[in-house]
């Protein structure tokens, strides 16, 4: 599916993952067709916002019909990546990397865990989901080696900036970072940063709102 000519709005592209995890859904439930108007029910998105949201793409309904489920999923997750099989790693052995690296759901949208790094030699030589810890020192070679796409990390503030240098440097294509620490890094790199205290702010206030 070819985008029109239009750039996509980032806030379209951050409800493209909405729109996959409902489908999936829907396609668990063994429901194979839904209309914008019925899709927007269950997301509480209006069906305009649909079918507006999914015109930058070239639009996948037919009129009378609504949208094959399956044939959707599989549209968006092209969109996404995510039938590219993104090879990523953990840079952090600490409990969130471990928790992040135990978290299934990756491998259910379709990336690939296949390296996690530490620089604590009581942590490398261990296993993580049955993956091995291996040294930081061995990052450059193992992402050249690998086509390694997407890098997790996981570490502290004082370290992320030079480990975000080597991986740009070494050729990583995106980074996610929790940190809680603003990367400068090239353009070409997209970062996604992830700050929990963030989101507990909002819900805070969304939860104080609906109090007074």
Same mark, same amino acid.
């Given at each position: 599916?070819?985008?029109?000519? @239009?750039?996509?709005?980032?806030?379209?592209?951050?409800?493209? =993952?909405?729109?996959?995890?409902?489908?999936?859904?829907?396609?668990?439930?063994?429901?194979?067709?839904?209309?914008?108007?019925? !899709?927007?029910?269950?997301?509480?998105?209006? /069906?305009? $916002?649909?079918?507006?949201?999914?015109?930058?793409?070239?639009?996948?309904?037919?009129?009378?019909?609504?949208?094959?489920?399956?044939?959707?999923?599989?549209?968006?997750?092209?969109?996404? *990546?995510?039938?590219?099989?993104? @090879?990523?790693?953990?840079?952090?052995?600490? &409990?969130?990397?471990? /928790?992040? /690296?135990?978290?299934?759901?990756?491998?259910?949208? *379709? %990336? @690939?865990?296949?390296?996690?790094?530490?620089?604590?030699?009581?942590? #490398?030589?261990?296993?993580?989901?049955?993956?091995?810890?291996?040294?930081?020192?061995?990052?450059?070679?193992?992402? $050249?080696?690998?086509? #390694?796409?997407?890098?997790?990390?996981?570490?502290?503030?004082?370290? #992320?900036?030079?480990?975000?240098?080597?991986?740009? @440097?070494?050729?990583?294509?995106?980074? !996610?970072? %929790?940190?809680?620490?603003?990367?400068?890094?090239?353009?070409?790199? =997209?970062?996604? &940063?992830?700050?929990?205290?963030?989101?507990?702010?909002?819900?805070?206030?969304?939860?104080?709102? $609906?109090?007074?």
């Amino acid at each position: 599916m070819e985008l029109n000519d @239009k750039k996509v709005p980032e806030v379209v592209i951050k409800r493209l =993952p909405r729109y996959y995890r409902y489908l999936r859904e829907l396609l668990n439930q063994d429901i194979r067709r839904i209309s914008s108007n019925a !899709l927007s029910k269950k997301m509480n998105v209006t /069906a305009s $916002q649909i079918r507006q949201d999914f015109n930058y793409f070239g639009g996948f309904g037919q009129q009378g019909y609504g949208y094959n489920v399956e044939h959707l999923i599989t549209e968006i997750g092209n969109i996404l *990546g995510l039938n590219d099989g993104e @090879k990523m790693i953990i840079i952090g052995a600490g &409990n969130l990397g471990r /928790a992040l /690296a135990n978290h299934n759901s990756f491998i259910k949208r *379709g %990336f @690939k865990l296949i390296g996690i790094f530490d620089n604590d030699n009581r942590i #490398v030589g261990s296993s993580i989901n049955g993956i091995r810890v291996m040294s930081d020192s061995e990052i450059e070679s193992f992402v $050249q080696a690998n086509n #390694v796409d997407i890098a997790i990390l996981t570490l502290p503030r004082s370290a #992320v900036h030079d480990m975000a240098n080597r991986l740009v @440097k070494c050729g990583i294509r995106g980074i !996610l970072n %929790f940190s809680y620490s603003e990367l400068d890094v090239p353009e070409s790199v =997209p970062v996604e &940063n992830v700050h929990l205290s963030d989101m507990l702010m909002t819900l805070s206030y969304r939860i104080k709102n $609906q109090k007074d």
